[in-house]
């Protein structure tokens, strides 16, 4: 069975200082990862995805993530972070296809002024 | 607005009452998919269906929950003789799927808050 952990169930860091987010996924095949974020009130938007190929996948609003099939890891990082994102972001792992989306159960991010 | 709807954003439901949830996803989108996401839990995922034929059902989708999607547009979730534990946020999204299936990305709508006292 597929699974996703996301070790950090909150994280406060200061606006500029950079981010990283940890998951660990468990998946019998070739997984295809994503990482979403939601604001209060918000449906969860892509922040991005892997498939295959270069394992450093850059995504919107500036972050980024990397695949590591040894570490069964797929962190989730930004160099300087905004007071914007603030939210909640999850990682999660699926088939192939969005559909079977296992979702790990979130990380709380706090951003201080 | 051309992302994915949901209908109504906060439903109050008593224990024992039905109540329907409506979804239209991206217009060009032919997956819909439905999740549910508890208070402190990521989404976990209920069904999907492709264009009108409802293909994947998880076991968390019990005899009372019954989905449709009647003409390969919107969807209707309804929830029969709601208890607490019901109580939710529940998701939709869509994607357009190529034959291929891999690749898509789901978009997900705002999601219709359900509290059953």
């Known amino acids: 069975a597929q699974s996703v952990t996301q070790p950090d169930i909150h994280i406060t860091v200061s606006e500029g200082a950079s981010l990283e987010l940890r998951c660990n996924y468990s998946y019998g095949a070739t997984p295809y990862l994503f990482w979403y974020v939601q604001s209060p009130g918000q449906g969860l938007q892509l922040l991005l995805k892997?498939?295959?190929?270069?394992?450093l996948v850059q995504g919107i609003k500036g972050f980024e993530a990397e695949f590591k099939r040894s570490q069964s890891s797929f962190n989730l990082r930004k160099p300087s972070v905004h007071w914007s994102d603030a939210a909640e972001y999850f990682c999660?792992?699926?088939?192939?296809?969005?559909?079977?989306?296992?979702f790990g159960s979130g990380t709380q991010l706090t951003v201080l002024p | 607005d051309t992302g994915v709807s949901q209908d109504p954003r906060h439903k109050i439901t008593k224990r024992g009452q039905n109540v329907t949830f409506r979804c239209d996803p991206i217009?060009?989108?032919?997956?819909l998919y439905w999740y549910r996401q508890t208070l402190g839990q990521g989404p976990e995922f209920l069904t999907y269906f492709q264009n009108e034929a409802q293909l994947e059902k998880s076991r968390l989708l019990s005899d009372r929950f019954s989905a449709e999607r009647p003409k390969g547009s919107f969807s209707t979730l309804e929830i029969q003789r709601t208890e607490q534990g019901d109580s939710a946020m529940y998701l939709c999204?869509?994607?357009?799927?190529?034959?291929?299936?891999?690749?898509?990305?789901?978009?997900f709508g705002q999601g219709t808050r359900l509290t059953v006292v």
């Open positions: 999660a792992v699926g088939p192939g296809s969005a559909r079977q989306l296992t």
């Open positions: 892997y498939f295959s190929g270069d394992t």
């Open positions: 999204a869509s994607s357009l799927a190529p034959a291929g299936d891999w690749g898509t990305e789901a978009f």
């Open positions: 217009s060009e989108h032919n997956r």
